[in-house]
């Protein structure tokens, strides 16, 4: 997660692009290196390194090292699968199971480090009490959309799935003050989708994004969001982006069910 958050800040300074720049090149080992060393093989500098460690959220430098080593490790030890093209050979049972088992677990643990946990706390939060919880989706995120609906309903929260724009639907909408809008997008892109966004926060509306791409116009609309991972390459990206959505819609369910249980 913390090698993701890197690669996402929008708000670092020329210095911090380039002590980012530098650590996240694997070659470079920069989980090796103190502050200053690290200052200077960045062009930077010790002060601008630690600025850096606290703009992530860390007060010690080591700590932030301990935790880019053990991520680089994950990685290191992930399977060598050609996730570029996993397909290539011709498969017997054995391998076909493998491959995708394969996939699963990369594309499992890639979502896993792009979810915010506080967001996703606060959205667990909101929907549970909610007054109506309105979930919209189109294509095959629709799919996705329903389950969770369905999901939701069943555990005895007022949830419904919504299919398409419909204006007159908030223009006759008096009070909105407990009322949630999901919307689920795989590519953040859809003007449907991006315009009921737009109706849910002009009501006041606490409008999630549970979507697969970053900085989109969906993402900026919304009150808060939630991703999952879809850009893979080739036929993965629809394989990518069912499996990252519903590993989130079941990570948001279990917080449910275990309320339901204690």
Do not use: W
Request: glycine residues 6%.
């Amino acid at each position: 997660m913390l090698i993701e958050k890197i690669q996402r800040a929008e708000d670092f300074t020329s210095a911090d692009n380039a002590v980012a720049g530098y650590i996240l090149d694997p070659a470079n080992q920069a989980y090796t290196l103190t502050s200053t060393q690290l200052g200077r093989n960045s062009c930077t500098s010790q002060s601008a390194v630690i600025r850096f460690c606290a703009k992530l959220g860390y007060s010690s430098y080591r700590q932030f090292m301990l935790d880019l080593a053990e991520e680089f490790k994950e990685r290191t030890l992930r399977t060598n699968i050609n996730l570029e093209k996993p397909f290539t050979e011709k498969l017997d049972a054995s391998k076909a199971k493998k491959s995708v088992t394969d996939i699963y677990k990369h594309i499992l643990s890639d979502t896993d480090s792009v979810i915010d946990e506080h967001i996703l706390q606060r959205v667990y939060l909101r929907l549970k009490k909610a007054g109506q919880i309105d979930i919209y989706g189109s294509g095959i995120s629709a799919v996705f959309a329903k389950q969770l609906a369905f999901d939701l309903t069943g555990y005895g929260y007022p949830a419904r799935f919504m299919d398409g724009e419909n204006a007159q639907y908030f223009s006759g909408m008096k009070d909105s003050s407990d009322k949630v809008a999901i919307i689920y997008s795989f590519t953040g892109n859809n003007p449907s989708l991006n315009r009921i966004a737009v109706h849910a926060r002009e009501k006041g509306i606490y409008t999630v994004a549970f979507t697969g791409k970053f900085n989109t116009p969906l993402s900026q609309i919304c009150s808060d969001s939630l991703y999952f991972v879809s850009e893979y390459f080739d036929l993965l990206d629809n394989i990518a982006a069912e499996i990252g959505a519903m590993y989130l819609n079941h990570i948001l369910l279990s917080l449910f069910l275990s309320e339901k249980e204690t």
